[in-house]
């Protein structure tokens, strides 16, 4: 059955080449400007520019896509203004998804914030609300992500690390302390499907315990199979299929009881930072979001239910133009999928609304200070294309988590984007360039084909579970290394303008001790004051409704309420969905 | 090929990043060396692999914080199992200068940053390898 359903490729180019085009350029003035553009060419042009007139920027996490040395209207000769851009806010949305753009909304200024245990972390958010952050936006330790108790003994000498330590509501309510819930909007970087059916709960659990309706409740979750499957190293991992099926019951039960929560952030961002290019960056996000939406769909709900909360997350890396297009173009690829393939009629459900944050992989560790010159420029260029949200890397993140100065100036460079620069007052500032329009046209063909690799294979989830995309991205990390070596790709500072001498060092973020000792008691006092029974029963529950095919995310939340850890929820995971072993990418 | 150099590699612990350490694999693997990954896992898991397989030099990769507290756990153990003598122990990931000094101190024989280079890794390993086993490359 599936071999004969259209592919999204096929469905897009048929309809798209029934529309009536209506260029912009004249053909007579055009053929005109043809000939005027041979002759310059000829005359003017160097022979040896004249020779290498497309040439391939290597960047960081580039696409490779080569350029011209000049672009003219012949660059784009069919350009419909109408079909292919609109005005902001108008179908295809590529100028924009709101009319006025930020001059409506700023974007927010959502910072990552998470290390040491739950006080730490919320005297840090408190820091960056202070400082005029208008998000929060909440990272995880590594036990946590992994869904470990932080007395586990695998989670020894990690706690609190790379993130906050969370094992129970108990956390999530002091990481949460004095913060209203229902005024601010909160992004919690559940980065896999399972533990979003695990620390979501526990944030509802917490809300209910405070007394707010789940319906004030305004932010994210990550939730996205690509994450649990594909990015991460860790020692256990559940199979795909399982997987998929609590992304989707998140969706559903999310949709369902906090409807202004963003159930999954369909996250491009670590799978290009852990190696791949920006094209597949957004192939992979789209190819997941089509197979969630087909499903949604199987389980009977209506599309337009479903999309109008879905959030992406990208990651813009060091090719300025590249990263204008690209979130420019695959603004119009989700809306023409949303249109033609899903048939979707509420114009919220086209809208592409993205996060954006900084390359990590980007920054370097020799004269770290530069870093803030290369974030800031990532950072303009998404604001350029038009993004919703905001997080700008530090530039001691080649060292360790960030300091409270260094997140300070990562805020500040949004600031200073935001109401210095004068870049927010005109929308798609670079709307109608002729070298932005054909990029942008060259990206969206390519993600297009790379969705069209993806479905061709079986779809997103045969895709992961075949390996298909772990063995992309090992190659794509392996042959950029062997680039940046070569020095194909420049770097400042590390293989082209190195210093001559030794640069003093900067200040770099110590972890607070003591952490783990105060999850471990926080623990234990848990596990002693809590009624088991209930525990016990709240488990089973949670077993069986996973065994049954049943929604998982009543049972997680009933586990939450009666004070069951993150390590004995994702227990059950892997006792009833058994234990999946990933490809070796080597 | 007994003067192929056997190197066991692993991620210390629940760091998620693995994209330096599987680049470092296939480039030790490339540069003649045997390559065991481990993936995932604890100092003494990858101290008993060691043992077990015998081999000349232990690499570890922690980029999520742990490089002190669980890298210092991996010396600690070796040095009970006084496999120091004969065997050859590297961290790379992302730690600060001054930690990578200490890694050095309480035992490793290298310690990588962000920026190491394939001829440093690799030639840093074969000199690690001819000092403690005696043998050249």
Redesign the interface.
Known sequence: MNEKKPKTKEILQAVLEDRKRTPLYNREILEKLRQEFERWRNTTVREEDRENWHVTPHTILGSEIPREMLYTPLSNPDFDYIEDLGHSGQEPFTRGIHANMYRGKEFTMRQLTGFGGPEETNQRVKFMLAHGATGINVLFD??T??M?DSDD??????VG??GVAIDSVEDMDLVFRDIPLDKVTVSLVTHYPSNTAILFPMYLAMAEQRGIPWEKLRGSVQNDITLEEV?????EYIPPKDCFRIQCDNIEFIRQNVPLWNFVTYNGYNLRE??TSGVTEMAVALANAIATLEEMLRRGHEVDWVAERIAFFWSPASDFFEEIARVRAVRRLWYRIMKYQFDAKSPRSMWMRCHVQTSG?SL???EPLNNIIRAAYQALATVLGGVQSLHVDSYD?????PTEEAALVSLRTQQIIQTETGVTEVVDPLGGSFYVEALTNEIEKRILDEVDEIERIGGYVTAVNEGWLHKKV?EY??NE?NMI?KGLIKLVG?NTYQSPVELP?IN?FR?PGGVEGKQKARLARLRERRDNEKVNSALTGLEDACRRGKNVVPYTLQCARVGCSEGEIFKVFKKAFGLWKPP??? | MANRIKVLLS?L???????G???I???L?DAGMEVI?I????PKEIINTAIQEDVDVVGVSSL???HL??GG?LVEEAKQEKLTERMGFVIGG?????DAAKLQEIGYDAAF???A???EIVSSIRKIVSTKANRSF
Request: proline share 9%.
């Open positions: 590594l036990p992500i992994q470990y003994p695998i989670s020894r000498g990690q690390m790379s990015v991460r190293s860790g020692p852990f190696g992989v370097r560790r020799e993140e080649a060292y360790s988590v090992a990390f392996y290394r070596e590390y060092p770099v972890y070796v990418l080597w | 991620k612990g629940l760091d998620v990043h693995s994209r350490l599987i680049t694999a296939k480039e693997r990954y993936g995932n896992s604890l999520g914080g742990a507290t669980l756990e992302v730690f600060p200068p001054v940053m962000p920026g280079t394939r001829e």
